[in-house]
């Protein structure tokens, strides 16, 4: 029956009451034209706007807003007039196309259908219009996204598609899609190099991409939400973008793009509207989508060299994939989603997570937040790659290795000798040729390439973490032939390393991809500059053959350092290679013999050197400042030949001490290092540049380039030293508790 109809019996007339006559294209329902707000429908099949839907209100085309109510008498009970008034909204609401644009018509099902589409497209081209009006940022179409039931790989049923109260967070949703690019800016974005499938590989199965090639296409990852998605989803595409821009190379043409500023500029802008708009806000991530945004943001940390706040970010995530149920066994069934276009693994995403939380937490010498559970299993699962499982495994022996370095029980030598007996287990666990020197070459197609730089990566993680192990026996001074081969073992990870990174970053030039091998290059070259001064020290000649091949390949990496610091302009290149080619030349001094050289901590960091004073300082924030100052003016250094080999004498050099403020300071006699003034004069190590001002706990890596993983290397290779030797101890201000001496 029709609308007027009904209206009409239920007054008591018996022809049909006229309907108003409307304005070419109105569309809103009569509520939402009193309310003077917008009127939309969440899905094409909805009878009722979102807006009526929320505050239960009747919803109904505006032609009948006029129509008289009828009067009921007072012998009517409520029941009634109910009733009457289900009839009436029934009747009306059948009439109302389903997208509620007010047709007059019934429709049979096929026909229905059709006006479906066409509401849709309707509504499609009314969202252009909208976006038109909010400037020229968003002066383009955007894709349609009305949201349906679909069913996720995260291997539930059907986890539900969730709507939220659209005026609660239209406002934020309208502030944030005005600043999405164009779409043709997206399409080149996500099409440009390996962006499409290193954003893809954050959430998802490394042998599902790489070997059945199941990988979004361009057309889907490029696709914009509207301006009526929630906020989460239109901050997960922001996020995605910054991490495609961070994946640019630096060669990269940015006229190509429509961006009115520095591609850097708008990399951080999207960055930082994410994360301060919605990231930053507990309410608004409770969905799958709100996690993969913590995880976006995350890695873009960890590849913008900010450890410290990744670390931070990266535990919210666990949190928040605790909260979901991933760490169980056997996860919720029922998890908000937002987009029925998301498409992540919830259990590679909680893997990804604890691998990141873990490593950065051992990087930074910290203790883990994801503790006892275990990742990896003994053998692949069906369907995981060497990929998949090596990482897995990996984060178990992250954890391992946190909780031997947090018990500090060094002397304890069976924790060390099983963890490092699982590493070699795993490396003979994978085929043979993946241990292949890297052959990374231009002409590789993208998936091909992402695939061997994540292999890559694992590699020198891997050559890492054996050298991280055995990092505090790497001083010890002991007949006990255990602990030589903790030193073999430092000394032949440490140049698998560099190795491994000079190729690596041959290629890969844009140090905003896989920034964890740069740590480990300098960690890496660290372990053997300091090997080679403590044999010098001892005029041991165990690695008298080897000196110059490891000099000539820490040179190779000083130079890979520099050239990625001139095309990135990147602080921690430039930092490390700074740090180490002093330290390189210092060791070529030592080699040559000459003037001896003590190395401590000093008391205030504030005391300026004295005039004329040849030393270099190194300050390590919240730890320690460390002075190498030569015992004599280089005017007096002699001019002295090498200095021949002899028996190394009894252990006499010292280490750092977690002293508290009132300390006792023991007799030591401190064996000194040999320089020379022939090869670099000391004294050009005056007023060196590394005397850093306190950064905050979490400076960027622009303030704070190392962001405390010198401190962690220093604190690994001094804290195992057995407390049985001569220790000098003494009481530091300021900079912590920590005294030096080589």
């Known amino acids: 029956m029709d609308p007027s109809i009904m209206i009409s019996v239920q007054h008591g007339t018996e022809s049909p009451l006229p309907r108003r006559a409307l304005r070419k294209g109105t569309k809103s329902c009569a509520e939402c034209k009193r309310r003077k707000t917008r009127c939309f429908f969440e899905r094409p099949t909805d009878v009722t706007c979102a807006a009526c839907q929320r505050r239960g209100m009747p919803c109904f085309g505006q032609e009948y807003m006029d129509v008289p109510v009828p009067t009921f008498g007072g012998e009517q009970t409520i029941v009634e007039r109910l009733k009457r008034a289900e009839i009436i909204l029934d009747t009306i609401s059948k009439d109302i196309t389903p997208d509620g644009r007010g047709s007059q018509s019934a429709r049979s099902g096929s026909s229905q259908s059709g006006s479906s589409q066409a509401s849709a497209q309707d509504r499609y081209t009314d969202q252009s219009a909208d976006q038109s009006r909010l400037g020229s940022e968003g002066s383009y179409p955007a894709p349609l996204s009305d949201i349906t039931e679909a069913q996720t790989s995260l291997g539930e049923p059907d986890p539900g598609i969730y709507s939220y109260p659209p005026s609660k967070y239209s406002e934020l949703s309208s502030t944030l899609h005005v600043h999405l690019p164009c779409q043709e800016d997206v399409n080149i974005l996500f099409g440009t190099g390996r962006a499409i499938v290193f954003v893809q590989a954050i959430c998802n199965h490394y042998g599902e991409l790489f070997h059945q090639g199941n990988f979004r296409p361009l057309a889907s990852m490029a696709t914009l939400p509207s301006i009526n998605a929630h906020p989460v989803v239109i901050a997960r595409k922001l996020l995605q973008l910054a991490l495609c821009l961070q994946q640019l190379d630096p060669t990269f043409d940015q006229s190509a793009l429509h961006f009115d500023g520095d591609l850097n500029d708008t990399m951080l802008k999207y960055f930082n509207l994410a994360t301060s708009r919605v990231t930053s806000r507990e309410e608004l991530l409770d969905s799958i989508e709100g996690l993969e945004c913590l995880v976006y943001e995350g890695v873009f940390l960890v590849n913008s060299g900010n450890i410290r706040r990744a670390l931070a970010s990266l535990r919210r995530a666990s949190t928040l994939a605790q909260f979901m149920g991933l760490h169980r066994k056997v996860p919720y069934k029922h998890m908000k989603q937002y987009d029925s276009s998301t498409h992540v693994s919830g259990a590679v995403v909680w893997a990804h997570i604890t691998f990141l939380e873990r490593y950065m937490s051992l990087l930074l010498g910290m203790p883990t937040a994801m503790a006892r559970m275990r990742i990896g299993s003994d053998e692949p699962l069906p369907g995981d790659s060497s990929l998949d499982w090596f990482e897995k495994v990996q984060t178990d022996m992250f954890e391992r290795m946190i909780e031997r370095n947090q018990e500090g029980n060094y002397h304890d030598l069976a924790t060390t000798q099983k963890i490092d007996y699982e590493l070699n287990k795993m490396a003979h666990s994978v085929p043979e040729k993946w241990w292949a020197p890297l052959d990374l070459t231009q002409g590789m197609d993208n998936k091909t390439l992402m695939e061997k730089i994540i292999g890559a990566h694992l590699q020198i993680v891997h050559y890492n973490l054996l050298s991280v192990l055995h990092l505090p026996y790497l001083l010890w001074d002991t007949e006990d032939t255990r602990f030589e081969y903790s030193k073999t073992t430092c000394i032949y990870a440490s140049r698998e390393v560099l190795n491994r990174f000079i190729t690596f970053r041959s290629i890969v030039k844009m140090v905003t991809c896989c920034r964890p091998v740069d740590f480990c290059a300098f960690t890496a070259a660290l372990t053997l500059l300091l090997t080679y001064l403590n044999n010098h020290k001892q005029k041991s000649p165990m690695l008298a053959h080897q000196r110059i091949g490891d000099r000539a390949l820490i ?106 403020p009132a300390v006792v300071e023991q007799p030591m006699q401190v064996q000194h290092l040999a320089v020379t003034s022939e090869h670099v004069p000391f004294d050009t190590f005056s007023g060196a540049g590394f005397d850093l001002d306190m950064p905050d706990l979490l400076a960027s890596a622009e303030d704070w380039a190392f962001q405390g993983v010198d401190s962690a290397f220093f604190d690994a290779v001094m804290g195992g030293i057995p407390t049985t030797n001569n220790i000098h101890v003494a009481e530091s201000q300021n900079w912590g508790g920590y005294t030096v001496s080589i």
């Open 555 to 660: 040179e190779s990496t000083l130079e890979t350092m520099e050239e990625l610091n001139k095309l990135n302009n990147d602080e921690l290149s430039r930092r490390s290679a700074e740090l180490v080619r002093k330290l390189l030349d210092l060791e070529a001094d030592c080699a040559q013999g000459g003037q001896t050289y003590n190395s401590s901590l000093e008391r205030n960091q504030d005391e300026p050197a004295a005039a004329g004073e040849p030393c270099f300082h190194l300050k390590i924030p919240y730890f320690g400042t460390v002075k190498l100052a030569c015992d004599a003016p280089p005017t007096q250094f002699p001019d002295l030949a090498p200095v021949a080999f002899a028996p190394p004498p009894l252990n006499q050099y010292s280490t750092w001490s977690n002293a508290g």
